[in-house]
C-alpha cells in the first residue's frame, strides 16, 4: 500500500477509520524491524502485518521447540528444529498482500555493529537482554533520523514495554478525541477574559489548560472573531483567555472551536530506566 496508491477498504477499512489517512499512509512507507519470534514476538508480528507497513523483516535465531507449540499460532509440530523467523514467514506474509515480510537469522549481541538497522523506521526488541537493549537503543537514538525503539517481554503473568522515539516526537494528536464546538453565553471584559459556554447546550466544555480555541461568529466582541486564543480552564463552565478590557462589550452568540494541537515528547534510554 504505497502512498500514491488508493487505500484498500476491503481489507483497512475499520483501521481508516481509527488513524485516518495520513496516518495509514505513513505506516504504508514504515519499515520494521521485530528480533525475537516467541509467543509476544508473533503476536507483535501479526499486528504489525495487519496494519500495513511497507516492509516487516522478522529476527531470530532460536530453532522451533515443542515448548513453542503453546503460545507460537504460526508454527506447527512439523516445523520442530525449523528456525523460528523462517517457520513464520510465509504465513505471515499471507496476512497482508501489500506488506514484504522477511526474515534475518544472523545472531547479532551488544558488541555487533548494527548499520543493517539504519534501514528501519521502527526496531522491536522481544525478550532481548538489557545489555543487547542498551546497545540497540543507543544505535537508533544516536542516527539520523532516530529509529524508534522498543523494547518488550513478557514473565509469567507479567510484563513490559519501554519506548524511546527520542527527544523530539511528534505527537500530532494529543488526546485522538474529536475537536468540540462550544456555543457560548457570555465573555466578561477583563484581563483575562473569562468565557462561559451555554450550559443548555453543553453539560461541560471538554477543553483543558494549554488548549486552543478559535473564536467566530461573535456578536458585540468582535475583535475575537477569526482569532485563535490558548485556554486555562477555570471550571467545567467557563475558561480564561486574553486580555479582552480593551474590547467592545460581548452582546450574544458566538462560537468557540477547539483547535487540535500537536506536542512533543521526550524519551529517555534503556540504560538508566531499569
Known amino acids: 500500500m504505497a502512498e500514491e496508491m488508493e487505500i484498500d477498504d476491503s481489507l483497512y477499512s475499520r483501521q481508516r477509520y481509527m488513524l485516518g489517512d495520513s496516518a495509514m499512509k505513513r505506516m504504508a512507507r514504515s519499515n520494521v524491524f521485530l528480533s525475537g519470534l516467541g509467543g509476544l514476538g508473533i503476536e507483535i508480528a501479526k499486528n504489525v502485518t495487519l496494519a500495513g507497513v511497507k516492509r516487516l523483516t522478522i529476527h531470530d535465531t532460536k530453532a522451533v521447540a515443542v515448548s513453542d507449540l503453546s503460545s507460537h499460532f504460526f508454527v506447527r509440530e512439523s516445523d520442530i528444529s525449523a528456525n523460528r523467523a523462517v517457520a513464520s ?26 548499520d543493517f538497522l539504519n534501514s528501519y523506521q521502527c526496531v522491536v526488541l522481544c525478550g532481548a537482554t538489557e545489555k543487547l537493549q542498551c546497545h540497540v537503543n543507543d544505535h537508533c ?68 489548560t494549554g488548549m486552543s480555541v478559535k473564536f467566530k461568529e461573535v456578536v458585540g466582541m468582535a475583535e475575537l472573531n477569526g482569532s485563535t486564543h490558548v485556554v486555562r480552564v477555570l471550571n467545567s463552565k467557563q475558561f480564561s483567555i486574553s486580555d479582552t478590557s480593551s474590547y467592545t462589550s460581548y452582546q450574544h452568540g458566538g462560537i468557540a472551536s477547539q483547535i487540535k494541537t500537536s506536542a512533543y515528547v521526550k524519551f529517555v534510554r534503556v540504560q538508566g530506566s531499569f
Open 141 to 208: 537514538r544516536h542516527h539520523n533520523p532516530p529509529i524508534m525503539f522498543i523494547s518488550c517481554d513478557v514473565r509469567g503473568v507479567f510484563s513490559y514495554t519501554f519506548c524511546d522515539f527520542g527527544d523530539h516526537f511528534q505527537v500530532v494528536d494529543v488526546n485522538g478525541e474529536e475537536p468540540v464546538d462550544l456555543f457560548i453565553a457570555d465573555i466578561t471584559k477583563a484581563n483575562p477574559g473569562v468565557v462561559s459556554i451555554n450550559d443548555t447546550m453543553h453539560s461541560t466544555h471538554e477543553l483543558e
Open 89 to 114: 514467514q510465509k504465513r505471515l506474509a499471507e496476512l497482508n498482500p501489500y506488506v514484504t515480510v522477511d526474515t534475518w537469522t544472523q545472531l547479532f549481541d551488544e558488541s555487533s555493529t548494527l
